[in-house]
């Protein structure tokens, strides 16, 4: 059980990587995010990668009351990360928080329009 784990978590942030801001339209070119992100310095940028993983892990083995208290420590840092906030969305709709589900959903949707799994959710 312990090895699968630790397979999704990798497959998870390999995806989690593809699922930047900006997606490839034809010829190449790329469509920008509705919102400009403000670039962090390199040791701000390690601390919120850091989180960010902190947080994937609890989601994966599930310790739902981690994982949303490092995804809201990652928005902390960084409130116009809209994958956090996409995050948070997919946990308090497991937990059946539907109202705190939507709102970071609408929130993950403005700050990247273009990103389907956002729209989506």
Known sequence: MRGSSVILLV????ALGSCKS??????????????????????????????????EKAKVIEDWDNAIKQYNDVLAIDPSNSNAHFQLSQIYSGLHKLNESEQEAITATKLDANNKWYLEM
């Not at 497959?11 to 390999?14: E, Q």
């Not at 034809?26 to 989180?51: C, N, R």
């Open 11 to 14: 497959v998870f942030v390999f």
């Open 22 to 55: 900006g997606s490839k339209v034809a010829g190449g070119s790329k469509k920008k995010a509705p919102v400009q992100v403000a670039k962090l310095d390199k040791p701000t940028q390690l601390k919120l990668d850091a989180l960010f993983l902190d947080a």
